[in-house]
């Protein structure tokens, strides 16, 4: 087992990281930016690093700077939480290179099922139902018309470098398909460096759901059940649940069987996300695999009464799985509702600033995720993600009572949140259905 671990995030998960790790008898070495000193939850590491100034750009995202501090902190291993260099298969490398462990997939699968088109060909050859779409990248423009005459409109062009949303296009007719294409590649030329694009049939109002896996260094992949996370803005997750809400026992094993199969095929160790979505039929289809730890991990953690952080730290570290498929049962129900400093009175900008009153809830049920404290100074430089409340209960209809109750008693003063807006959520009478999609948010309860 490793003996010291550098967390090479900031916020609520290097805390998340560096609590796992004190658990396991652990020591921790975090990583900090000028933008993020003095914060409280740095001083629960053993050691902490400045690796630069508050952009991310000179700081979180510094392959050079994180292993130095790896070095200086003599590690064996660094966690990368999420966002910043956790899907940068440069980085995985890097670590291995440097003889750090990576706690993540290795970089070769980082790479096979990072890219959009190589996991899209992963999953049919796993036999996951994916899209119709095209076999590969749109090469020329007559091929992609061939193809979108096949599938029939309306068809999404998907950036094969993209991923969350970003790099998008919905084509409803041939005029469309022709300068959404030449757009979506120049966007993803600049966003990604790489201008390769691919087609898929659109599938209107869908359903996020998502399937948590994990696999160890002999041979054994679990999946740890699924996530809905269908309450959405503009791509940013605000409300994710587990169990998933009238999908059909039937359709959640198959669609977590699907998700190892994957999983499997692609050789993938550690801890990952496969994503589908669902249509009103609940057929559901592959769209993408995130290999990292996610936001929303406690969800799944609640269900299934397990610590995803320390059991990534003992798969990285070379132990076999400490339990079977069959072994992990979903039991009761999860919600969580992330807490964002926005302003949702101006298209939900980041509201940074000093947080002058903080009141958190309690009782039975209820875990709250963050790094924040009375007197934080929330920084204007990263994600504006503060916490992340976290209900657990036997049934959904508890979930949902307990998180009221909770939201009811959260106050943070000193900066704008998204608490007003998670309290219409959960007494919306649609998510209380459970027939929410993934444009339910934006077409009916934000229309502008
Ligand atoms: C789709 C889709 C509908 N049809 N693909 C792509 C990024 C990933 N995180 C979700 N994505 C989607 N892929 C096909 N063929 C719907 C989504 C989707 C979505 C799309 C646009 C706006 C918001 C969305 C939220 C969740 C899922």
Not at 434 to 441: A, D, L, P, R
């Amino acid at each position: 087992m490793f003996q010291r671990i550098l967390i090479a995030n900031r916020g609520e998960i290097a805390l998340r990281v560096i609590r796992a790790c004190k658990e396991m008898g652990i020591a921790t070495v975090a990583v900090f930016s000028e933008g993020d000193r003095g914060a409280h939850y740095l001083s629960m590491a053993d050691e902490s690093y400045c690796i630069g100034p508050a952009s991310s750009s000179e700081s979180y995202l510094q392959i050079k700077r994180i292993i130095s501090a790896a070095e200086v902190g003599g590690v064996q291993a660094i966690h990368p939480g999420y966002g910043f260099l956790s899907e940068n298969s440069h980085f995985a490398e890097v670590c291995k290179d440097c003889n750090i462990t990576f706690i993540g997939p290795s970089h070769e699968a980082m790479q096979r099922l990072g890219d959009k088109v190589s996991a899209r060909n992963a999953a049919i050859e796993a036999k996951v139902p994916v899209v119709p779409g095209t076999e590969g990248l749109v090469t020329d423009e007559k091929y992609a018309l061939k193809t979108a005459k096949e599938i029939g409109y309306p068809i999404l062009i998907k950036a094969t470098a993209g991923g969350g949303g970003k790099g998008m296009r919905v084509a409803r007719d041939e005029a469309e398909l022709l300068s959404g294409l030449k757009q979506a590649a120049m966007e993803a030329e600049k966003a990604f460096k790489n201008a390769g694009v691919y087609m898929e049939k659109y599938v209107e109002n869908p359903r996020h759901v998502e399937v948590q896996f994990i696999g160890d260094h002999h041979g054994n992949v679990v999946h740890l059940w699924e996530r809905d996370c269908s309450m959405q803005r503009k791509h940013q997750k605000l409300v994710e649940e587990s169990p998933s809400p009238n999908l059909p026992k039937s359709v959640r094993e198959e669609i977590c069987k699907a998700a190892v199969r994957l999983a499997k095929a692609a050789n993938y160790t550690n801890a990952g996300t496969c994503e589908f979505i669902v249509d009103p039929q609940n057929n559901f289809y592959f769209i993408e695999v995130n290999a990292r730890i996610q936001v929303e991990h406690p969800v799944t953690e609640m269900v299934t009464g397990t610590d995803l952080i320390q059991l990534q730290i003992r798969v990285a570290a070379g132990e076999e799985l400490p339990f079977k498929q069959k072994e992990i049962e979903c039991r009761g129900h999860a919600i969580e509702v992330r807490i964002n400093a926005e302003d949702p009175d101006h298209d939900f900008r980041g509201s940074p600033g000093t947080i002058t009153k903080l009141r958190l809830p309690g009782g039975p049920g209820v875990r709250f995720d963050s790094h924040v404290y009375d007197g934080y100074r929330i920084p204007p430089y990263y994600d504006s993600m503060i916490g992340k409340l976290i209900i657990y209960r036997p049934t959904r209809a508890e979930a949902i009572a307990t998180c009221r109750r909770a939201l009811d008693e959260f106050v943070i003063e000193g900066v704008k949140t998204t608490i007003p807006l998670a309290k219409r959520i959960l007494n919306d009478p649609n998510f209380v259905a459970g027939t929410v999609h993934t444009k339910y948010v934006e077409q009916s309860m934000l229309k502008t």
